[in-house]
């Protein structure tokens, strides 16, 4: 797993085309893999998670 490093490099992430494309093919492979053996949801979607993410990493601290 590659590490996104600092918070700045976590607000380029979020505009990189890389990220945009890498993070959701990610997501979805999880879903899957989780919905095979019927863990999951099947009417939750990648976009939905990333976007969640987005919203907690937009309101959480920074680390002290």
Same mark, same amino acid.
């Given at each position: ?15 990189? @085309? ?8 990610? $997501?979805?492979?999880?879903?899957? =893999?989780? /919905? ?7 009417? @939750? ?8 993410? $987005?919203?907690?990493?937009?309101? =959480?601290? /920074?680390?002290?």
């Amino acid at each position: 797993m590659r590490s996104l490093g600092t918070p700045s490099s976590l607000a380029a992430c979020t505009v990189s @085309v890389p990220c945009r494309t890498e993070l959701p093919t990610a $997501i979805t492979t999880i879903l899957d =893999a989780g /919905r095979a053996v019927d863990d999951l949801r099947s009417d @939750v979607t990648a976009e939905d998670i990333a976007a969640a993410l $987005i919203g907690i990493f937009t309101v =959480a601290a /920074r680390p002290a």
